[in-house]
């Protein structure tokens, strides 16, 4: 989903908090110079599962009792970094779950002034996996973008199709849904293209990107801001 926003001034924080979804955004912005100039550029890592805590934080009460590996954030901390930064993007690799909490916290940001993007990607079955049961089958080479089309992950398709019916409801916050999905795949076409248009790998698992993915993200990622040259 675009945005009409205000241009970006040169020098506006940019926080970008997630997973290695997060991760590669933070390699592709910096990989553009266009978008490396036009912020200063912070990053928050934090697991996806843990997005729950974060959205259900309030300032001021006592926190919750967490265990496990998400008892090791600092919620408050965090939870300050998001407010006084001027852009903020939730970067996730997300399942059902995790994205009704991205969701939430989303729209408990977008109610301040700043602009709030959720970013997730799509997943595949793993690639060696994929290549070996392509070569398995009777399908021409020519088809391999379909059948790319059809190994998208179940929890992936469903995340999104929570996002995209949650952003569609009328009242629905001001959020600027960033979909990789679009990088990918034509879903007009059940086409998803694994390959740049020079032939070069763009993932090297089933959502992690190589060189060549990091470079193509950082020039798409582009139409999502509005720049100030």
Sequence with gaps: MLTNSAPIA???????????????????????REMSNAFKLKRIP?????????ARFQPGHLPEVILGHCDAYD?????????TADKVVLAFA???HSAAHAMSLAGTLSKTSKQIYLMDAPRFRHLADISYEFAR??????????????KLSDKYLTARDLIRKTLAQPGAP??????????????????????????????????HLTTYGIYDLGNWIVRYFQIKS
Aim: proline share 2%.
């Design 46 to 54: 934090l697991h996806a599962e843990c997005l729950q805590h974060l």
């Design 94 to 96: 997300l399942d059902i």
């Design 10 to 32: 040169t020098n506006e924080t940019l926080l970008i908090i997630g997973d290695s979804i997060a991760g590669d955004l933070v390699l592709a912005i910096r990989s553009n």
């Design 174 to 207: 001001s959020v600027a849904y960033i979909d990789r999905f679009r990088l990918y795949c034509n879903e007009m076409k059940h086409q998803c293209s694994l390959y740049s248009d020079k032939g070069r790998p763009l993932l090297h698992d089933q959502h």
């Design 137 to 150: 089958s009777d399908k021409p080479l020519i088809s391999l973008s379909k059948y790319m089309f059809e």
């Design 75 to 83: 919620y408050q901390q965090i939870y300050d970094q998001l407010l």
